[in-house]
Structures are given as structure tokens and as C-alpha cells.
């Protein structure tokens, strides 16, 4: 069930994207064009994915809700752009394919991320089948995750630590921010969006807490034993980057013990919800076995 | 009356600036430094001021709209740290001080540019004295005003066209997204926050529409007749860069010609309303004795 649902929601989103990027003619086509190139260059589509599970999980449809989920890979998309960026991490592949600033330049780069999320919170706001109540504290969510004290914030440690070690605490802050956050205003955005109860939106947090933890852990230990051409960069490069990792500040048993761990936790916060959760679970525990 | 309300809001739009980003201790400080830097480092506040102007022209209190109107001053420094950056204009002053990224790096502006621009989404969802409904259509205004289709569309025209001419047509077509785009948002949101009618939407539009031209036409004009001290850039550099701008493509008398002709306009629009928006009258005609 994983694979199928996965792979025809990732349709689903990739063709809402499509629609969004498209409503009005373009005033800068070769802007829209690179926005679309990176925008429509692959991925996981993980965030969006999780916001429609969460709402499913709480007993409505996650399809209703495709709209707000594609902002929040807007968003994805607009970070890793300007985390290429020559100012950045300056990498020149991203997925096998080239970056969006050495196709497009690095000015027309920062311009397309800007413009990705910027369209981010329109597309929120047009978002159906809700309450404009219920649409703002969403818009108040993803900011939040996507802000200075969320997922920018991450990049800026990031950006700080670069060529020296950190300690764990720090590492840890840094990923709460960088990627931790926006998982967790998806699942959140999912399920407020929903009408989730209290005890359900705090159950989906918790689970969120630790999905965001097992998809860091498995990321450093795939740096490690993961396959080159699966995971679209040379294996190894953590260490030889002397970057701090869950595996270089512990070793790779003790991250695979603890992304266990963590996996388990996250399932158990599910417990609230009956079968229509099951994708959630099954989703936290493809963590231990993705191969990219 | 001008100048005393003008610096009476300057005042009131810096100090929210400030509440607004010491909200939470933030989870990077060099971050949140560098997007402090910025935002106050001066700036006439012209944006926030036409939102609580066209607010207070329908009658309304417009520094009810204090909040939301910071929004605007948010996207206008994030506009101009990522302008200023080497991949873009590749400036080291602005407004006498040395630009964001000649303070702290390249990286880092990027990431305080990223930040201010989601903060003023989580700003507008802030604002009291309206309802949720209203708040969202003012989201929808901003997003597509500093998105793909309005300033970073500009932008966006504004980088490919550089080192060549272009014809009147696109230069508008730039302005409009590049400058324009966000004026009209600003008088539009704080027609819409303070309850408009349609009809005083659309005059209120008709003048963000001749204010926004009367701002780049002066602007093109001061670059030749101003004072080097004030504008914060040296005289004829337009000229010299070979850009295209009202005065070198048609001439100095034709552009002053423009403008008062503009500014006429501007003022026309406004006959709906009585002397409530005489605020809003002298400030497009402020435009034609602007020295900076």
C-alpha cells in the first residue's frame, strides 16, 4: 500500500504544481521557466504527502487539501535552490541534474526561490474546503516553520558551522530548524486543516518530533553505506567535509540504534488513531530501509 | 501637516519593526542581527505609510493597521538586501551604509533576505482588527504583488535587461512589477482592511497606479539633477551604466513633463473622497520636490 499510494499522490502533486506555476502568463518567462525546472525536477514530494496524511489520518479526505500541500514543496523547492547557491553549499548537481543557478545564473536562482515562496503562501490562501479562520493559523504554521526560527534559522547554523564541528545540542538545533520544522508544520497543517482535536494535533506533533529525527538519522547513515547513484552524491562526503553527523558524532551503529529507537516512538504517538493512520506508520518505518 | 504625520509614522512603523522581530529569542542571533541591520537602516517607510494613508482616506483609523503595514516594509528590505547582492546589482552602499552582504557575507544575506520575506506572511496573519476573511484577501494582494507576476517578475526583466536598452514598453512593464506592484498592494491592503467599497477600492488603485509612476519618474530624474549627498549614489550613474530610464529615453523636460502630468492624474482619482485622503494628495505631490 506504501509504494501505490505514495507514487499516485506524488502524481497528484506534481500535476497541482503544474496548475499553480500556470494561472496567469508569465511577466518573466525565462523566471517561471526556472522556476519550473526545479520545481518539476523530482523528489520524494514528502512534504505534501505528509500534510495529506495527516488530514487522513484524522478522518478526512487528504486529496481535499492538495492545494496548501503543494505550497509546502514550493517551499522545499525555494530552500534547496538557495542552498546550492555558490554563497551557500555551491553544488552543482542536485538529483543528477544541474543545479537551478547553473543553468539559470545565480541572480535569476535567488529570484526564482524568492518567487517560489512568495507563490507559496498565495496558493495557501486558495486553499478550498476550509475556513478562512482555519487557513490563516495554517499560514501562521508554515511561516513559523519556514521563518528565522524554523528552517532559515536551521540554514543560518548550518551556514556558521561549516568547516568546524559542532556539538550534538547544536547538530540538533540546526536539523529541528532546517528540516524538522517544515515536516512538522505539514503534519500539523494536515491535520488543523482537518479539524483535528487537540489530543490529535499534539499526537501528530509528537509523531512529527520523530519523523523529523529518523529521515536526519537515516540521511547521515546513507552519507555512509548508502549507493552513490541512488542517493545523488559521492558516499562519504560528510566525513571527508568533516561535517557533523548523528554518524561522525556517534558511530553507525549507534545512529542505526538510535533511528530504531526514534522510529518506534513516532509509530506509538499513533496510537490515538485507528487504520487511518496506517500510512503514516508505514511511512516513518521506510526510514529504516530508503535507500535515497 | 506632510512631514509631521509622515515622521510621526516613520516612528510608529520602527518601533513595531522591532517589537515584530524580538517576538522570540531567535534560534540563530547572527540571523536575526543581520535582518535587524537592514530593516532599520532608514528608509522613508513609504510603503506602510500608503497602507495606513489609503486606510485612513476610507475613513478608517490607520494605525489600527500597524501591524500589516510592517509586513510591506519586511518584503521591501528583503527586496533590497537580495538586489544589492554580487549575483544581482552587486552594490556595497545603500543609503550610506555598506549592504547587507558586504556586513555579513553573501550566505547570510540570502538567508536574512528569505527570512523577512516569510516573517511579514506570519506578520499579516497577526493583524487585529479585521476579520480572517479580510486578512486573507489581503494575503492574496501581497503574494501576488511581490511574487513571479509583480516585483520579483521585475526584478526579474530588471536582470536580463541589463547592459542593453529596452524599449518604453518593458521598461514599464519592469517598473510596474519592480516598484509599482508593491504600492498598489500597500494602497489596496489598507483600503480592503479598512472596509472599502469597491468603488473606493478602484480610486484608490487608479492613484496607486499614478503614484507609482510619479515615484520612478522622479526617481530617474533625481539621478540626474540630484544631490549626490541625498540620493546615496553618485549623479548620472543611469548614464553611465547605460540604463534605460524616463530621462535617457526621452529627456529631462519630457520626464518632468510626465510626471506633473502623472501626479495630476493621481490627485484627480481622488475626488471620491473628501479631506480624509488629503494626506494621500500631498504625498504624490510631494513627488515632484523629493530630493531623495
Not at 52 to 76: F, P, Q, R, S
Not at 148 to 170: F, K, T, Y
Request: aromatic letters at 6%; a negative charge; charged letters at 25%.
Amino acid at each position: 500500500m506504501l509504494k501505490e499510494l505514495w507514487k499516485e499522490r506524488q502524481q497528484l502533486v506534481e500535476e497541482q504544481l503544474v496548475r499553480e506555476l500556470e494561472q496567469e502568463p508569465p511577466l518573466d518567462a525565462r523566471l517561471a521557466e526556472s522556476m519550473r525546472y526545479s520545481l518539476m525536477a523530482g523528489g520524494k514530494r514528502l512534504r505534501p504527502i505528509l500534510l495529506m496524511a495527516a488530514a487522513d489520518a484524522v478522518g478526512a479526505k487528504g486529496t481535499d487539501y492538495l492545494t496548501a500541500a503543494c505550497a509546502l514543496e514550493m517551499i522545499h523547492t525555494y530552500s534547496l535552490i538557495h542552498d546550492d547557491l555558490p554563497a551557500m553549499d555551491n553544488d552543482d548537481y542536485r538529483r543528477g541534474k544541474l543545479t537551478n543557478h547553473k543553468v539559470y545564473g545565480d541572480g535569476m536562482a535567488v529570484l526564482a526561490g524568492d518567487a517560489l515562496l512568495t507563490l507559496a503562501f498565495k496558493v495557501i490562501a486558495r486553499q478550498k474546503h476550509t475556513d478562512p479562520a482555519t487557513l490563516l493559523r495554517v499560514v501562521q504554521e508554515i511561516s513559523t516553520a519556514a521563518g528565522m526560527n524554523g528552517m532559515v534559522g536551521g540554514q543560518a547554523i548550518d551556514l556558521e558551522s561549516e568547516g568546524h564541528r559542532i556539538p550534538m545540542q547544536e547538530l540538533q538545533k540546526m536539523h529541528m530548524g532546517k528540516t524538522g520544522a517544515l515536516f512538522r508544520a505539514a503534519l500539523r497543517s494536515g491535520a488543523i486543516l482537518a479539524g483535528a482535536t487537540e489530543g490529535q494535533l499534539a499526537a501528530l506533533t509528537s509523531y512529527a518530533e520523530g519523523f523529523g529525527l529518523a529521515f536526519q538519522i537515516t540521511d547521515d547513515i546513507l552519507d555512509v553505506t548508502g549507493d552513490e547513484k541512488l542517493i545523488g552524491k559521492p558516499v562519504g562526503s560528510d566525513i571527508r567535509n568533516e561535517k557533523s553527523t548523528y554518524v561522525t558524532l556517534t558511530s553507525l551503529d549507534e545512529a542505526e540504534r538510535l533511528a530504531e529507537e526514534t522510529v518506534d516512538k513516532a509509530v506509538k504517538a499513533l496510537a490515538v488513531f485507528g487504520p487511518e493512520a496506517d500510512f503514516l506508520r508505514q511511512l516513518v518505518r521506510y526510514m529504516l530501509e530508503r535507500k535515497n
